[in-house]
Nanobody, 121 residues
């Protein structure tokens, strides 16, 4: 009932910036929606990068604090990850997660397909 699609990945030089976008679509109306960005590097487990609640509270992994900023759209159907001062260790597939409630339909949790971010040294 909810589909999530990420975009904005790519190849960037160390020190550069990228902005990832995440869009959630549904035929129904979002009541609440919290967002999170995760990443998974080759040979490593998926890790939480940043999250933002329905009430706009944010949380970041220590490794990205001060460099990444998560935000969300007012309409509850989009989220963004602004990534500055990128490092080669940030290279990973980035996944968006959308978690909340749909009016009259109950709770949902949906993942995107991932977008590749590669940072060259």
């Amino acid at each position: 009932q909810v589909q999530v699609v990420e975009s904005g990945g790519g190849l960037v030089q160390a020190g550069g910036s990228l902005r990832l976008s995440c869009a959630a679509t549904s035929q129904f109306v979002f009541d609440t929606n919290a967002w999170a960005w995760y990443r998974q590097a080759p040979g490593k487990q998926r890790e939480l990068v940043a999250q933002i609640s329905d009430g706009y509270n944010t949380n970041y992994a220590d490794s990205v604090k001060g460099r990444f900023t998560i935000s969300r759209g007012y309409a509850k159907n989009s989220a963004y990850l602004q990534m500055n001062s990128l490092k080669p260790v940030d290279t990973a597939v980035y996944y968006c997660n959308s978690d909340g409630r749909i009016l009259g339909r109950g709770e949902f949790n949906a993942w995107g397909q991932g977008t590749q971010v590669a940072v060259a040294s």
